[in-house]
């Protein structure tokens, strides 16, 4: 079960690691987190594929970050409630996608069969690979894979 901190509410850090106070659910946190993404998804389709990736980026470097300094502070590597990784996962397999609500459904259940299967090298990853890059890592591996994924669906349909 997910026991998140008091200090995802009091510090803008964790409050932000925790993707925006979704990973505070008490079960499947990734799953909320990547619910919470949607809109933000939702939101950044109307900007061009340049800009919608500079958002990608910065969020993954902000993310790298967010996640090591929250995990430090927590005293715990990747708490379940971090799911800022999630979020960026996401958007990742969403880049290029035209906006629709099925299209929103089917990135969201792809890119959590992979981020909860992680199929090889992403729980190579994920087991290997420590500190903030660790923790995004293989949701970014997670979100290529998912993006590979509806592409090749849209290009053949």
Do not use: Q
């Amino acid at each position: 079960m997910n026991r998140a901190p008091g200090s995802v509410w009091r510090r803008p850090s964790h409050f932000l690691a925790f993707g925006l106070g979704s990973g505070v659910v008490p079960f499947a946190p990734g799953t909320f987190g990547t619910l919470a993404a949607i809109p933000f998804y939702w939101l950044m389709t109307d900007l061009p594929l340049s800009w919608y990736l500079g958002v990608v980026v910065v969020a993954y470097f902000l993310g790298i970050w967010l996640c090591d300094r929250t995990s430090r502070d927590l005293g715990v590597h990747d708490h379940s409630g971090i799911v800022w990784d999630e979020f960026v996962g996401y958007w990742i397999t969403m880049a290029a996608v035209p906006f629709s609500w099925e299209a929103a459904l089917w990135g969201f259940v792809i890119f959590r069969v992979f981020d909860i299967y992680k199929p090889w090298p992403i729980r190579w990853a994920d087991r290997r690979v420590a500190g903030g890059f660790g923790i995004m890592i293989d949701d970014v591996l997670a979100g290529i894979y998912a993006w590979s994924t509806i592409h090749l669906w849209l290009w053949l349909h």
